[in-house]
């Protein structure tokens, strides 16, 4: 992991998780957190760490995913993360891929679309948004959603 990936990450107050059931996926997100635990510029108290289960089979899978991550992160680095949700596998999605279209254009009503919608109103939350100001990726995520929403 670069340092300067370890930057970005230091400098934002909140940090997306992506990872899936995949040994080598699960492997690298423990790195990434270590790596970053060990970073002098690296604050657990304001910092959020929340991670996505991506291409699961089942809800119980991302949840799963997330319960043994967690476990682990907690135990040997001291840092909790949060469950965000999680990306099904699905046709749809595979396909979107494929044609390096976005899954939420392409087939706005499939599982995986349906789910990074739901993430993403997760992550306006728009009660904590008027308490506190954005930070880090969810203040990205907003104003990107926010300027869709204007458009429309």
Sequence with gaps: ??????????????????????????????????ALSRHPRYNKETTSIRMIANRVLKEEDGRNLFQMLNAVGERYLKMPISYLGSIPQDDKLLRAVMQQTPVSLQSPTAKSSLAYEEMAHKLMNKDEEAKQPRRGMAAFFSHIVNARRTIQ
């Design 1 to 34: 992991i670069s340092d300067s990936v370890l930057e970005f990450l230091a400098a934002g107050g909140e940090i997306l998780l992506v990872t899936t059931p995949e040994p080598t996926s699960i492997t690298d997100s423990y790195s990434l957190l270590k």
